[in-house]
T-cell receptor, first 112, second 114 residues
Framework: GNSVTQMEGPVTLSEEAFLTINCTYT??????LFWYVQYPGEGLQLLLK?????DKGSNKGFEATYRKETTSFHLEKGSVQVSDSAVYFC???????????FGQGTELSVKP | DGGITQSPKYLFRKEGQNVTLSCEQN?????MYWYRQDPGQGLRLIYY???????QKGDIAEGYSVSREKKESFPLTVTSAQKNPTAFYLC?????????????FGSGTRLTVV
C-alpha cells in the first residue's frame, strides 16, 4: 500500500542554517505530494505541494521537488529562522482523490 | 473567510463520560476527516466521510463514533469505551475526488481526561 517515510527528528539548527528534511514515498501511479507545517498547539497548514513529476513546490522560502525516479520529495530552505520552528509533515494523495497518507512528522527547532 | 472551525479548543472529560467534539466547515467540501495526534507522534485516522449520511472507519475507530447529517458538520463523539482518550484531535476537509488539493485543517481540540 501507499506509505510515506520522513527522517526522524528532532532536527536542531542555528538561525540562517540550511535545512533539509528528507521524505520518501511508496505509491502506485502518480500521487500528489504535500508538505504541511504544524506550529505548537495548532492544526496543520499546507506549506507547499506538487502534483506531477519534476514539479517544484515553493512557499515562504521553502522548496521541494517531486522526484519520481528516487520517489522523494525532500523539503529544503536556504536560511532558517527561529519562527520556522515547528513540526513538518510530508503526505501523499493518489489521483483518485483518496485519503492523504502522512509521514510521522519531523520536529524542527531553530536556535538564535 | 472560508475555513474549518473546531470547538471547543480545550475539553475536559471525567472518566466514564461521553463527550462530543464539534467540526464545522463552510468550504463546501464533500469529504471530512477526524485524526488523533498524541505527543511527539504523527496523525492517526479515526473516521472519515466522503458524502452526507455515509462514513467509514479509519485505523483507530474503536471507542469513537461520528455522524454526517449535514455537509457542513462532522461531529466526533469520544465514548467511555475509549480507554485512553487524552489527545489532540484534528478535523480536516477536502474536495472529494480532487486529491491534488490536499486537506484544510481546523485548529484542533485538546481533550484531557480528569
Amino acid at each position: 500500500g501507499n506509505s510515506v517515510t520522513q527522517m526522524e527528528g528532532p532536527v536542531t539548527l542555528s538561525e540562517e542554517a540550511f535545512l533539509t528534511i528528507n521524505c520518501t514515498y511508496t505509491a502506485t501511479g502518480y500521487p500528489s505530494l504535500f508538505w504541511y507545517v504544524q506550529y505548537p498547539g495548532e492544526g496543520l497548514q499546507l506549506l507547499l505541494k506538487a502534483t506531477k513529476a519534476d514539479d517544484k513546490g515553493s512557499n515562504k522560502g521553502f522548496e521541494a521537488t517531486y522526484r519520481k525516479e528516487t520517489t522523494s520529495f525532500h523539503l529544503e530552505k536556504g536560511s532558517v529562522q527561529v519562527s520556522d520552528s515547528a513540526v513538518y509533515f510530508c503526505a501523499l494523495s493518489d489521483q483518485r482523490g483518496g485519503k492523504l497518507i502522512f509521514g510521522q512528522g519531523t520536529e524542527l527547532s531553530v536556535k538564535p | 473567510d472560508g475555513g474549518i472551525t473546531q470547538s471547543p479548543k480545550y475539553l475536559f472529560r471525567k472518566e466514564g463520560q461521553n463527550v462530543t467534539l464539534s467540526c464545522e466547515q463552510n468550504l463546501n467540501h464533500d469529504a471530512m476527516y477526524w485524526y488523533r495526534q498524541d505527543p511527539g507522534q504523527g496523525l492517526r485516522l479515526i473516521y472519515y466521510s466522503q458524502i452526507v449520511n455515509d462514513f467509514q472507519k479509519g485505523d483507530i475507530a474503536e471507542g469513537y463514533s461520528v455522524s454526517r447529517e449535514k455537509k457542513e458538520s462532522f461531529p466526533l463523539t469520544v465514548t467511555s469505551a475509549q480507554k485512553n482518550p487524552t489527545a489532540f484531535y484534528l478535523c480536516a476537509s477536502s474536495i472529494q475526488g480532487q486529491g491534488w488539493g490536499g486537506y484544510t485543517f481546523g485548529s484542533g481540540t485538546r481533550l484531557t481526561v480528569v
